[in-house]
Nanobody
Framework: QVQLAEFGGGLVQAGGSLRLSCVAE????????MGWFRQAPGKEREVVAV????????YYRDSAKGRFTISRDNAKNTVTLQMNSLKIEDTGVYYC?????????????????WGRGTQVTVSP
């Protein structure tokens, strides 16, 4: 069992920045591709960014490219999402997820474990 906990959500004005962190409680963090997902009210959960087990490969949804950066520190069991130039449509609950079946990452990871999420609200 892997425990994931997200931190760093909050309320920010459009154009601002937030930094989300996810800490994993596991001895095998570097076996997992890690991803950030979000769910807006009334919508399905969608992938935002994914990073491979060693950080060499990253994926971003089109709307996040150039604004968001995903990174990981395997020594600290942490994956981070730096979000800049935030837009109102970035509002939602952000979840981190870990997929051991697809350590190379990519847009189609299917996490085995999820955190509880952290709310990000972008105001006008």
């Amino acid at each position: 069992q892997v425990q994931l906990a997200e931190f760093g959500g909050g309320l920010v004005q459009a154009g601002g920045s937030l930094r989300l962190s996810c800490v994993a409680e596991t001895r095998t963090f570097n076996n997992y591709a890690m991803g950030w997902f979000r769910q807006a009210p009334g919508k399905e959960r969608e992938v935002v960014a994914v990073i491979s087990w060693n950080g060499d490969n990253t994926y971003y949804r089109d709307s996040a490219k150039g604004r968001f950066t995903i990174s990981r520190d395997n020594a600290k069991n942490t994956v981070t999402l730096q979000m800049n130039s935030l837009k109102i449509e970035d509002t939602g609950v952000y979840y981190c997820g870990g997929d051991r079946k697809a350590p190379l990452g990519g847009p189609h990871i299917s996490p085995d474990y999820w955190g509880r999420g952290t709310q990000v609200t972008v105001s006008p």
